[in-house]
């Protein structure tokens, strides 16, 4: 595959691709020419057209630990912590150019995640599975492939674990074991970037027993591979991505990352794609890796959409000549306090972070996760306060094509008018990007992407230090 | 002797080196523009790793300056920009470069000449 470099060679490498994509019971034959997908698409394609840009470099690209060669940051294995603290800036960056989600931190997280766990694996099991590893990681480093990192199942029943299902297949596992490899089925749910990724590398989506070998698994394959099937996630306002005009809100790069349930049906994976394979022990640990380097990220990206939107705001109420109140720039000022905690998260658990046996450096678990959990609840309120400055019009504004309207237009102009000498399209154009920004699937990926806050409150109670804490207490007080 | 007179008030070449631009103040690449109609035909704005620079200008967007990471900001013949209020600065130490560069070459016709 002839390595992709910018973003033209991006959107052609997709549509080579021909993979089998669904979008609304319909097989799309062609994901970059339909009209909600694309928007996605533009998204991760920044990704790679941004680390061209001299002005972005230093954070788009690192050095390859492996070959020497200047990479895209997002195939990198972070080599010290000012690794980690790029990554955070990096993501902040992108997120001022796309206000959305960029989707690609799933793939880089997956890769780091994995490196440093079947080094870790190899170590105890005295398999090879580190050393295909790193030849996987070189074809991704070459090729500059978008990676989807694929992590949760469908689960089912929550109360029974995956070999106590009625069905085997809601969680992904091993169906065959043949001496090229092996056969998989199962499906990955809430798959960011799923429909616009060259490939997926799997993960196990909780830690396994022993009567669950055959779901502790890890391997990567291409996303055309026979018997992967992509099915698209309908998304708030859908359809007006569809529709030509400003009434989607960021018409450019969409709402959140375009999530798809991709399902594995009897998929055969070559065993130099295989990196956990029935050594269930170490299921776990790879979960709370790829989980903490996930999370680690989201002060980074929702700091950077936070921003976007803290901007959106200030225009509303220019627009509309409330800028002046006192309590609209409280509200501004509360707004970018949380947008800056929740870019403080990201950094401080990167700033704290270490090396782990296999050379590759690993975030604080217990920050990385308080960063996360700390946006499943600012998010909401930032999106809280955005629609508090720019009004209910957010909810019961006209359609674009009102404004556009022979008979109506000239109402919609009239009476949406606010501040002298701005335009009513500015005006509705704002205020639709407020609305897909703080609403709907936007809110939802901030509460359950990388997991939801329940997983992120049982961190506390393993990493939280409680007894150390209940010691200094009685210390204090002299207690024996 | 007509190529030492060449050299004389031709276009001088800047690298520029950016920081990552992960949360700007400013628009860094703003400033490149306004040097640019500023100087017209007198400097060119070339990449850092380029050879035979004139100059070396690090471009931060904010204080923390990342820009200056890899190289000396102090050194002779480089100039450090973290704030758009610093721009005058920046023209003014373009204007130096220029007549001192100038000036050297005028100094090595003339030595040329003697």
């Not at chain 1, 200047?70 to 997120?95: C, G």
């Not at chain 1, 409330?322 to 501004?332: N, R």
């Not at chain 1, 897909?436 to 109670?461: D, F, I, R, W």
Request: aromatic letters at 8%; a neutral charge; one cysteine or more.
């Amino acid at each position: 595959m002839k390595p992709i470099t910018t973003q033209k060679d991006y959107i052609q490498s997709l549509k080579e691709l021909r993979h089998v994509v669904y979008y609304n019971g319909k097989r799309v034959e062609d994901v970059t020419e339909h009209p909600a997908l694309r928007p996605h698409i533009n998204a991760a394609a920044l990704t790679y057209e941004l680390a061209l840009r001299p002005e972005h470099e230093a954070l788009m690209t690192a050095v390859s630990h492996l070959s020497g060669k200047k990479i895209n940051r997002f195939t990198h294995i972070h080599q010290t912590v000012d690794d980690l603290i790029k990554k955070i800036q990096m993501l902040r960056l992108i997120a001022h150019e796309t206000g959305s989600c960029f989707q690609r931190c799933v793939g880089f997280d997956a890769l780091n995640a994995v490196y440093m766990t079947a080094y870790d694996i190899d170590q105890k099991y005295k398999t090879d599975y580190f050393e295909k590893f790193k030849k996987y990681l070189l074809h991704v480093q070459e090729s500059n492939v978008m990676v989807v990192g694929g992590m949760t199942d469908p689960k089912g029943d929550r109360s029974l674990s995956p070999s106590k299902q009625a069905d085997p297949d809601l969680f992904t596992h091993v169906v065959q074991r043949r001496t090229d490899g092996i056969v998989i089925r199962g499906a990955k749910a809430h798959m960011t970037g799923g429909i616009n990724s060259h490939e997926i590398l799997l993960m196990p989506t909780q830690a396994m027993k022993e009567e669950e070998k055959d779901y502790a698994l890890s391997c990567a394959l291409p996303l055309n591979a026979p018997g992967v099937i992509l099915i698209f996630g309908r998304q708030t306002n859908e359809e007006r991505k569809c529709e030509e005009g400003f009434d989607a809100g960021n018409t450019q790069f969409g709402l959140v990352g375009g999530e798809a349930l991709i399902i594995f049906e009897d998929v055969f994976v070559p065993w130099e794609r295989v990196f956990l394979c029935g050594e269930y022990d170490m299921a776990g640990l790879l979960v709370e890796r790829f989980a903490t380097l996930h999370r680690q990220n989201y002060g980074g990206c929702k700091g950077g959409v936070s921003d976007i939107l803290v901007g959106a705001s200030a225009l509303a109420a220019e627009y509309q000549g409330t800028a002046g109140a006192s309590h609209i720039k409280e509200k501004l000022a509360e707004m970018m306090h949380l947008a800056e905690t929740l870019y403080s998260g990201s950094v401080a658990c990167s700033a704290m972070g270490y090396k782990t046996p296999s050379g590759a450096y690993y975030p604080d678990p217990l920050l990385a996760n308080t960063t996360k959990h700390n946006v499943t609840r600012h998010i909401y309120e930032i999106a809280r306060l955005a629609h508090d400055i720019a009004g209910g019009i957010v909810a019961t504004m006209p359609f674009h094509g009102d404004m556009e309207s022979s008979e109506v237009g000239r109402y919609v102009k009239k009476y949406l008018a606010g501040a002298q000498g701005v335009s009513v399209e500015s005006r509705m154009k704002i205020l639709r990007l407020i609305e897909n920004m703080s609403g709907g699937t936007a809110l939802v990926e901030s509460m359950h992407g990388a997991g939801s806050p329940q997983t992120q409150k049982v961190m506390y109670g393993r990493l939280g230090n409680l007894e150390q804490k209940k010691r200094w207490a009685k210390r204090l007080v002299q207690i024996d | 002797m007509k190529s030492h007179k060449k050299k004389i008030g031709i276009e001088k070449r800047i690298g520029v080196k950016y920081c990552g631009g992960c949360n700007p103040t400013y628009d860094r690449i703003q400033v490149i523009r306004q040097l640019r109609s500023c100087f017209l035909n007198r400097f060119h704005f070339v990449l850092s790793n380029q050879k035979t620079l004139n100059g070396l200008l690090f471009i931060n967007g904010c204080q923390r300056s990342c820009a200056v990471e890899n190289g000396d900001p102090n050194g002779p013949g480089s100039f450090s920009i973290s704030g758009e209020n610093e721009l005058p600065l920046l023209i003014h130490w373009l204007t130096t470069l220029e007549e001192k560069e100038n000036n050297d070459s005028l100094d090595s016709f003339r030595s040329a000449d003697d």
